[in-house]
């Protein structure tokens, strides 16, 4: 299986701040590479799709970069709405798996 | 306007059979999309259990294989998880979603509410 390691696993930041989520998987997996929002008790919401593509009706203050084991999602101006849990996904090869997660709370 | 919607009981004893079924509506089963089913133990990750095709070819999470059965029924639109022999370890929040795919990747963009499953005697 792939593992997928996301760092950090929480981290507080400010309304405007620039947060930069990164997310490592054991082997290459080219642009397979999926981003999810959680908010609780909601299910996840996808935000960016093979690595860049953002997901239509989310906030162009999301983006995503990467390929081959390493990438990053950057929000380029947090919002009070963006505090929330984020998860990385590889789509190269089944089973899927998701990183551990990103809990981005309020400073 | 694509919505998905987990339906079944919410506590299962130890022992046996988890059913879970997905309504799908704005969205035919047969319409090239993969469907599949992800769970998330209270406080945990996100854990991929299995998809299945509308022609019921399904692949499912290797760690679960043995347990986990996966299947479509195109004249409801709905697709429904079996999970056997279940312990305390499948109490989980159930999600089912569709899986789009490109030339570049596949990813869920549609997800049911969710429906937590608490296995108890």
């Known amino acids: 299986d792939i593992q997928m390691t996301q760092s950090p696993s929480s981290l507080s930041a400010s309304v405007g701040d620039r947060v930069t989520i990164t997310c490592r998987a054991s082997q290459f997996i080219n642009t397979f590479l999926n981003w999810y929002q959680q908010k609780p008790g909601k299910a996840p919401k996808l935000l960016i799709h093979?690595?860049?593509s953002l997901q239509s009706g989310v906030p162009s203050r999301f983006s995503g970069s990467g390929s081959g084991t390493d990438f990053t999602l950057t929000i380029s101006s947090l919002q009070p709405e963006d505090f929330a849990s984020y998860y990385c996904q590889q789509s190269h090869s089944t089973p899927y798996t998701f990183g551990q997660g990103t809990n981005l709370e309020i400073k | 306007q694509v919505q998905l919607q987990e339906s079944g009981p919410g506590l299962v004893r130890p022992s046996e059979t988890l059913s879970l079924t997905c309504n799908v509506s704005?969205?035919?089963?047969?319409?090239?999309?993969?469907w599949g089913w992800i769970r998330q133990a209270p406080g945990k990750g996100l854990e991929w259990i299995g998809n299945?095709?509308?022609?019921?070819?399904?692949y499912y999470c290797p760690s679960l294989k043995s347990r986990v059965l996966i299947s479509v029924d195109t004249s409801k639109n709905h697709f429904s998880l079996q999970l056997t022999s279940v312990t305390a370890a499948d109490t989980a929040m159930y999600y089912c979603?569709?899986?789009?795919?490109?030339?570049?990747?596949?990813?869920?963009?549609?997800w049911g509410q969710g429906i937590l499953v608490t296995v108890s005697s």
């Open positions: 979603a569709r899986r789009d795919s490109s030339a570049f990747g596949s990813y869920f963009d549609y």
């Open positions: 299945v095709y509308h022609s019921g070819r399904a």
């Open positions: 093979t690595a860049s």
């Open positions: 704005g969205s035919p089963l047969n319409s090239g999309y993969f």
